[in-house]
Nanobody, 129 residues
Framework: VQLQASGGGLVQAGGSLRLSCAAS????????MGWFRQAPGKEREFVAA????????YYADSVKGRFAISGGNAKNSVYLQMNSLKPEDTAVYYC???????????????????????WGQGTQVTVSS
């Protein structure tokens, strides 16, 4: 499974960007897709996720109300609409997909990067002040 992220760029604070991520490759089932980001010198952190297993979306507190995640009808693509961008949103954004079906006893979290088994190459988002 290959993931291709796009849509990053340079934007002024207060502006908007829309990231896209498409998964392709061998036949697979997608149960969830997520966005993570990594700023220079920092660890990768969760941004948002969409789960088709429970029809829910999840957000990091730092982006709630500003970012919106959505998925394509075929469940092999995901989008991240980012509004009211701040300089602290500057990072490389990675998309990820979970192709392993979770059991009914799964107690993990979609904000945990271990939940996902395939990752894209990342797209740079830079927000200037």
């Amino acid at each position: 499974v290959q993931l291709q992220a796009s849509g990053g760029g340079l934007v002024q604070a207060g502006g908007s960007l829309r990231l896209s991520c498409a998964a392709s490759g061998r036949t697979f089932s997608s149960y969830a897709m997520g966005w993570f980001r990594q700023a220079p010198g920092k660890e990768r952190e969760f941004v948002a996720a969409i789960s088709w297993s429970d029809d829910n979306t999840y957000y990091a507190d730092s982006v709630k109300g500003r970012f919106a995640i959505s998925g394509g009808n075929a469940k092999n693509s995901v989008y991240l609409q980012m509004n009211s961008l701040k300089p602290e949103d500057t990072a490389v954004y990675y998309c990820a997909v979970e192709t392993r079906k979770k059991s009914s006893y799964w107690s993990g979290s979609y904000s945990d990067d271990q939940t996902y088994d395939h990752w894209g190459q990342g797209t740079q988002v830079t927000v200037s002040s």
